[in-house]
């Protein structure tokens, strides 16, 4: 909790993977020695699957693959009558001269991508390894496929189109939220972040992807009047991103198109080998 308050909550990989480590050695805190054999091994894996999707993602504009900057805001223009959603939402909802209460749910919503999927492994694997396994098939498949188009088809996202003429202008205000509510030490650590990330692995969007994930693997055991409700939250990330000028409305469908391969081809999967969902 300290380093939260003065550093802020992590975003970069290395930092996120010492919070999973902590959690992960506090869920195996009293158990036998065979289970902490199991701990490391995971979470060996863990890292493993990150650090291979960071390093493929930032290989993604490297391998003479040219850079796409039109056609996901085209597909945008066709699904909305010529129109682009991202500069539409910030006309009417952006003001540059004060934050609305929007601005700072949006900055919390698009927050939520660098803490819940892995804070929701911890928990996963500290009650059910099982579960923490189904898991992690369906995350890890959903980051390969997405790490797949990075690599063939590198693309600009909407602020990135904006900046070279392709659409009117718009603001990139995803952290002012932050700064509004006095948290600069999060702003800081997302901008540093952008520093580092390759801009151009921005199809599909991964934010909406993992905020879905999360829906559908625990949909099940959520009370009946509670699962519409639990929609809101990959729909918010969706809406977010496109006002904030991160996401294309397309990037957010694919990201959609291939949670629901992932879920599909495992629940197939584990119902042929007996495993229960």
Known sequence: MWAAFVYGLPTDRIAVLSWVLGGFVCGAM????????FMVRDFSLFVAMWFAYDYSRGMADQLGFPVNRTLPRDIDRLLFFGADPNVWMQRHFYEAGSVRWYDVAGSLVYFTHFCVPMGLAIA???RNRDRWMQYIRRLA???FLGVATFVVFPAAPPW????????DAIARPTVRGWTHLGLDTVSRVIERGREVVNPVAAVPSLHVAFSLIVVLFFAKQMPKWLRPIIVLFPASMMLTLVYFGEHFVFDGILGVAYVLIAFRFWSRYETRKGISV
């Open 160 to 167: 990135m189109v904006a900046k070279d003429g392709g659409m």
């Open 30 to 37: 009293g158990r036998p020695r065979r289970d902490w054999f």
């Open 124 to 126: 996963l694997w500290a």
């Open 141 to 143: 498949t959903v980051l």
